[in-house]
C-alpha cells in the first residue's frame, strides 16, 4: 500500500478500464440487442469503415477542421491575451466583451455562423474559433500580467531585438500559460467540433455520428468514438503530456536546487 503522497503502482492504471469492458460485454450479452452492441461487434465495425476507407476519410476531415481552427485560435487568443494583459486600459475596455464570449454557448455561435454564412466550412471554422479565442486570451492575459518587469527592463539594457525578447524573455514566462491554453483549447475544440460537423458538415466524425444516430446504428456509433478517443489519446500521449513536461521543468529544477 502507498502513502498519501506516494506514486501509486502502475497495475492500478489498468483495473477499472479493462473492468468497464467486461461489465459492458455481460450487459451486451445479457441483453442480446442491437442498442448495445458487444466489444467484438464494435471492432468488427470498426475494422471493416477502416478497410472501406470511410474511417480514415471522416477522421482526416475532423482533424483537419480541428487543426485550422486550433491554430487561429491560438494565434489570434495570444495576441489578444497578451494586449490585455499588458494594457489595463484596453484590458477595462474589452473585459465585458470578454465575459460575454465566454458565456456564450457554441451551439448559438455554431447556429448563427449558419445563418449567416451558409453550410460551409468557412462558417464551421469560424464558429469554432469564435468559441475557443476567449479562452486562450483569458489564460495568456493572466501569464502577461506575471511577467517579471526585471526581465523586462535587463532585456531593455542589452537592447534586446524583438524576436530575442520573444525568445528569451517573453516565451520562458509565457510557456506554462500557453501550454495550460493548448491542453483546454484541444479539450473544446474537439467537443465544438464534432457538433459542428453534426449539425452542418458532410463529412467529419461528427457527420458520421449523425448518420448512425438516424438509422440508431450503435454499433458505428461506439466505434467512431473510440476511433476519436483514439486519436485524442495519442495527441496526449506523444504531444501534451511531453510539452506539459518541459513547461514544468524550471519547477522541477528549482526544487532541486532548493
Known amino acids: 500500500m502507498t502513502a498519501g503522497g506516494g506514486q501509486p503502482p502502475l497495475w492500478s492504471y489498468w483495473v477499472v478500464l479493462p473492468a468497464t469492458v467486461l461489465v459492458w460485454a455481460a450487459l451486451a450479452a445479457g441483453l442480446d440487442t442491437a442498442l448495445l452492441p458487444t466489444p467484438g461487434a464494435v471492432l468488427t465495425t470498426l475494422g ?17 477542421r480541428v487543426a485550422v481552427a486550433f491554430a487561429l485560435a491560438m494565434l489570434l487568443g495570444t495576441v489578444i491575451g497578451s494586449a490585455l494583459g499588458r494594457s489595463a486600459r484596453l484590458n477595462a475596455l474589452f473585459d465585458p466583451l470578454l465575459v460575454v464570449l465566454l458565456n456564450l454557448p457554441a451551439l448559438v ?3 448563427l ?7 460551409v466550412e468557412v462558417a464551421a471554422l469560424l464558429a469554432v474559433i469564435i468559441n475557443k479565442v476567449p479562452n ?7 501569464g502577461a500580467r506575471s511577467l517579471d ?4 527592463q535587463m532585456a531593455r539594457a542589452y537592447r ?4 530575442q525578447w520573444l525568445r528569451e524573455v ?9 501550454m495550460a491554453a493548448t491542453r483546454g483549447g484541444l479539450a473544446l475544440i474537439w467537443k465544438i467540433v464534432l457538433v459542428v460537423e453534426l449539425l452542418g458538415r458532410s463529412s467529419g466524425v461528427g457527420f458520421k455520428l449523425h448518420m448512425a444516430f438516424q438509422v440508431f446504428d450503435v454499433a458505428t456509433i461506439l466505434a467512431y468514438s473510440l476511433a476519436f478517443i483514439a486519436v485524442v489519446q495519442v495527441i496526449e500521449l506523444a504531444i501534451l503530456q511531453p510539452l506539459e513536461r518541459r513547461a514544468s521543468r524550471w519547477r ?5 536546487h532548493a
Open 48 to 64: 471493416a469503415e477502416a478497410v472501406n476507407g470511410e474511417l480514415w476519410r471522416h477522421l482526416s476531415a475532423t482533424l483537419a
Open 109 to 111: 455561435t455554431i447556429i
Open 252 to 256: 522541477r529544477s528549482e526544487v532541486a
Open 160 to 163: 534586446f531585438t524583438r524576436w
Open 113 to 119: 455562423m449558419y445563418v449567416w454564412f451558409g453550410l
Open 136 to 142: 486562450v486570451a483569458v489564460t495568456v492575459r493572466e
Open 170 to 178: 517573453w516565451l520562458p514566462q509565457m510557456f506554462p500559460y500557453l
Open 149 to 152: 518587469v526585471k526581465l523586462e
